[in-house]
Structures are given as structure tokens and as C-alpha cells.
């Protein structure tokens, strides 16, 4: 039986990114880098809201990897 990919989307600002993202039904990974990233990292509702807290996209292979486990 095939693997499903399970949509994900990522970004730095909640409100323009993982916010509208989760609402919609998407799997998140709030990425911390830039000014943005940086700015919102400590914030308990980014963290709650977010899939996945990740410093680089490269980060999301990963992730796929172990998902597809």
C-alpha cells in the first residue's frame, strides 16, 4: 500500500504562515531564522500551534523521512 503525503507548509511569521496554515488543516513547522523567526520563537502559542519547530528547511527532510516510518 502506498504512503500518503500529508500536506505541510512552513514559515517564520504565525499570522501570515502557520497560523492560517493549521486553521486550513495543514501540518506546520515554524522555521527560526531571519528577524521573524527569531522574534516569534519563544512564543507558547507558535510552539503549541506548530507540527514542528525547525532552524533550517533542510530539517524537513528529515522530518518526511520519519514520517514515512
Do not use: Y
Not at 12 to 24: L, Q
Not at 42 to 59: F, H, K, P
Request: with cysteine.
Amino acid at each position: 500500500m502506498p504512503l500518503r503525503a500529508t500536506p505541510c507548509t512552513s514559515g517564520d511569521h504565525p499570522a501570515n504562515d502557520t497560523f492560517p496554515a493549521a486553521r486550513a488543516g495543514l501540518r506546520t513547522a515554524h522555521i527560526r531564522r531571519g528577524p521573524w523567526g527569531h522574534l516569534w520563537a519563544g512564543d507558547d502559542q507558535v510552539n503549541t500551534t506548530a507540527d514542528w519547530v525547525i532552524q533550517s528547511l533542510m530539517e524537513l527532510t528529515d522530518i518526511a523521512g520519519e514520517e514515512k516510518r
